[in-house]
């Protein structure tokens, strides 16, 4: 880096010099090589491409981490929302910015009756959608974050997406690209496979006594076949 600079004399006095010398200094200075070096890298600047985004026309791409305003997603098969209002996202918020209103419902299940989060203090650090368990909350893309206020709040119709994404999102909380190969049956797996053996077993066992009903035993084979008249008649 040394090498990148250069120590200058030390200047004489400009009322001991001559004017002549003066001058020949002015132009020394003026256009010497460090002044050209400039004006190379000033043009070479100036006929460079173009490298502004003319925004709000054009925008940059967004990383794929990028955490931006939350959204709230639904399940794919049933369209119904993925938030089941347990309350891990708010606990965990270190702003302390996400407010969950929960009641029991006329089906005796917990229902979600108000989702807010106040932007003006939330940091989107992710931690709220690294916890959730049913990976219901995640950072969408919508950076556009600006307001007047200084409490500008997010409540649940703007976070709930309107459908299901067919795709599954990435970032904080998504499901890994090996999640399938890496899942692990439970208990209750093994309990539901052995009752669907059973299962099975039961009703190949009732197909086959079924049959066995239906064919004609050999006793009444062999009656018929020493009684010809008879079965005739019949």
């Not at 929960?102 to 650090?125: A, V």
């Amino acid at each position: 880096m040394k090498t990148e600079y250069r120590i200058l004399p030390p200047r004489n006095k400009r009322e001991k010099q001559l004017f002549l010398s003066r001058v020949a200094l002015t132009f020394k200075t003026s256009f010497s090589l460090d002044l050209l070096s400039g004006l190379k890298t000033a043009l070479g600047a100036f006929f460079s491409p173009n490298v502004t985004v003319q925004y709000p026309l054009e925008s940059n791409p967004l990383s794929p981490r990028y955490r931006a305003i939350h959204k709230l997603q639904r399940l794919l098969e049933s369209e119904n929302e993925r938030c089941i209002g347990c309350g891990l996202c708010e606990k965990i918020c270190t702003s302390n910015c996400i407010r969950i209103i929960t009641d029991r419902g006329e089906d005796g299940r917990k229902k979600i009756l108000d989702y807010s989060i106040n932007f003006g203090r939330c940091i989107y650090c992710g931690l709220c959608a690294e916890v959730c368990p049913e990976l219901a909350i995640i950072h969408g893309k919508g950076f556009e974050n600006a307001s007047v206020q200084r409490a500008h709040f997010g409540f649940k119709p703007e976070l709930l997406e309107s459908q299901s994404s067919l795709i599954e999102y990435g970032g904080f909380g998504s499901v890994s690209y090996n999640a399938d190969e890496r899942m692990i049956k439970t208990p209750l797996s093994y309990v539901l496979d052995s009752t669907k053996q059973e299962s099975t077993q039961d009703s190949q066992n009732t197909q086959q006594a079924l049959q066995d009903s239906t064919k004609p035993s050999d006793t009444q084979s062999a009656t018929n076949d020493n009684n010809p008249k008879e079965s005739a008649n019949v």
